[in-house]
């Protein structure tokens, strides 16, 4: 009887552990890492942190930790199983230049697109200005000495029209935001920043309207995006109460967002989790509404940068992608 009681009691035993493994309580959990809080990688990765958690048994919390440039490593060396970045330092790191000149992240992988960044070069909606050849010798922001990335997009939309910063006027700023102002005050005759941002939409409100200058959609533009933005092309955007200033069809510079995996993160979890935001637009949508520009049929563009084996499982069981 002794026996037989010993032998209930491991099996009991053994049940309550599977069942109490099986629980959400002590479901794996997974480590987004983005930029501080308030920052829209900060949302991007809630968001996806949030439609992975009420959709999967995966528990998905959101780390901030800083920039791609602080996020991306720690993916490579498998410390967090995810990171936000837009795709030009995600590029960068691959190929080990620019900031992470000589300190290459192969293990920093793409898990999916989610939506473009676009920024452009704005004036003023009476502007005799009317493509980005005429800023030559017209006074636009510089150095972004806080805002690097911003500077090489600068640089970039530039080069498609053959000029450099030496071309025109420079006002050094430290980031986009004080550009801005300078617009609003009269001291630059151009900005550059975020389409859809809401500082554009108040020198919008303050100057009597803007006008953005288009890029042209043409293969010569996008290699020279490509060029100097890896990860980047032009991107013909459409009049929207979003994007202020925007009367028609306009070619913007464009650079997905990308939900990045690290190379030690497993394939089933990644396979979860871009299953997940595929058949979720909704549910992201509800948690930010820059998710409106989430193409789940787009979630594997060729960008040049190595894409997860487990959403590339996903990626190529539902025709999605290069």
Do not use: C
Not at 166 to 175: I, K, R, T
Not at 183 to 210: L, P, Y
Not at 286 to 291: D, E, G, L, N, P
């Amino acid at each position: 009887m002794r026996n037989i009681s010993k032998i209930v009691t491991v099996i009991a035993g053994m049940v309550l552990a599977t069942t109490t493994f099986n629980t959400p309580g002590n479901a794996q959990t997974i480590g987004i890492g983005t930029n501080p809080q308030g920052s829209l990688a900060y949302a991007t990765g809630a968001a996806i942190a949030q439609v992975v958690s009420d959709n999967t048994e995966l528990k998905a919390r959101v780390i901030p930790q800083g920039g791609p440039v602080v996020t991306i490593p720690l993916v490579n060396n498998g410390e967090l199983e995810f990171s936000i970045s837009n795709a030009i330092p995600l590029a960068f790191a691959q190929s080990g230049k620019a900031m992470f000149k000589g300190r290459p992240q192969p293990g920093a992988q793409m898990a999916a697109a989610v939506f473009n960044l676009n920024v452009g070069f704005f004036v003023k909606k009476d502007s005799p200005i009317k493509s980005i050849a005429d800023l030559k010798g017209k006074k636009i922001s510089s150095e972004f000495v806080k805002q690097k990335n911003l500077a090489l997009i600068g640089r970039a939309i530039l080069a498609t029209a053959g000029l450099t910063f030496d071309d025109v006027l420079g006002v050094p700023v430290p980031n986009g935001v004080r550009g801005i102002d300078d617009f609003i005050a009269g001291k630059i005759d151009a900005g550059n920043f975020s389409v859809t941002s809401g500082k554009v939409k108040q020198a919008h409100a303050a100057v009597g309207g803007i006008r953005w200058l288009p890029i042209p959609d043409t293969p010569e533009a996008n290699a020279i995006l490509a060029k100097i933005a890896p990860g980047s092309f032009v991107q013909l955007a459409k009049p929207a109460p979003s994007r202020p200033g925007m009367e028609q069809p306009t070619g913007v510079f464009a650079a997905p967002f990308i939900l990045v995996a690290g190379a030690n993160t497993p394939d089933d979890v990644v396979y979860k989790v871009v299953k997940a935001m595929h058949a979720n637009k909704a549910g992201l949508v509800a948690s930010h509404k820059a998710f409106n520009g989430f193409q789940p049929k787009a979630m594997a563009p060729d960008l040049g940068i190595p894409i997860h084996p487990g959403a590339a499982k996903f990626y190529k069981e539902n025709g999605i992608g290069q």
